[in-house]
C-alpha cells in the first residue's frame, strides 16, 4: 500500500508539472464528476453561494481544485506553504493558472469569510497534523488525531454548507474520478460551543476516514499524522 501511494504522489507531481499546459477542456475530459448536483444545491443554501468544500491530500488533490474551476465553479484553496519555497512557488503559479485563488493556512481567517461572501467554493483539507494550539483531538483510525478546528468554525459561524469532495485516480491510469458528496450534517452552537466544535470537527474526520479506507493506497501515509499527542494526566 505503501509502494502505491507513493506511486500515486509520483504520478501526481507529474501531472501538476504538466497542468498549465492543458485547457478547461482537455482537464474536463480527463476526470469524471460525481455528484456534481451537490454542488450545485450547496450553492444554492446561502445568499452569495459560499460553499466549504471539505478534502485530503487523497489521489492528486493538486488538480482537484483545477478541475472544479474547469467546470465552473469559483474557487479558493486554503494550503499550507511548503518547506521548500522553490517547490511552494511552483505549486502556486500552476494553482493560480488553473483559475484558483490561494488563500494560506495561518492567516486565512479572513480570506475565507471573504471568499464565502463573494461565493467562492473554499475548499479545505482537513487530514493533516495540526499544532495543540490550532486543533481538537478527535478519533482518526482508532487513534486521537489533533485535528484544524477552523473549518468547523468557520461553518458554524457563517452557516456554509460543508460539502466533503475527494478526487480518486482510476486504478494506474492518467484519468481521475471526482466524488462530491451530499452536504455534511453538523451538530449547533448549542449551550457549550466547544463541546460543538469538537464534535463537528470529529464527523469531518470521520468522513475523511471513510474515503481512505475506500482507497487507502491514495492517501499520503508519509505524513505524520499523529505527531501531535494528547497530554498525559
Sequence with gaps: MLERSL???????????????????????????????????????????????????????EILAAIMAAHGIPIAVVQRPRDNPLLDDLAGRLRAAGGVELLPRGSAARGVLRALRDGKVVAMPLDQN???REGVFVPFFGRLACTRDGPARIAMKTGA????????????????????HSPLELV?????????????????????????????DQWIWTHRRWKTRPRTP
Aim: charged share 25%; hydrophobic share 45%; with cysteine.
Design 161 to 180: 454548507p460543508v460539502l466533503p469532495v475527494f478526487i480518486e485516480r482510476v486504478g494506474d491510469t492518467l484519468r481521475h474520478r471526482v466524488h462530491a
Design 7 to 61: 506511486a500515486n504522489l509520483a504520478r501526481s507531481f507529474v501531472e501538476l508539472c504538466t497542468l498549465g499546459s492543458l485547457s478547461r477542456e482537455e482537464l474536463r475530459a480527463l476526470v469524471d464528476v460525481e455528484g456534481f448536483e451537490h454542488f450545485e444545491a450547496a450553492r444554492r443554501v446561502l445568499p452569495g453561494g459560499g460553499v466549504v468544500a471539505l478534502t485530503a491530500h487523497f489521489g492528486n488533490w
Design 188 to 216: 449547533p452552537e448549542g449551550d457549550d460551543r466547544n463541546a460543538a466544535v469538537v464534535e463537528n470537527v470529529a464527523r469531518m474526520t470521520s468522513v475523511i476516514e471513510a474515503a481512505i479506507r475506500h482507497a487507502p
Design 130 to 132: 495540526a499544532a495543540r
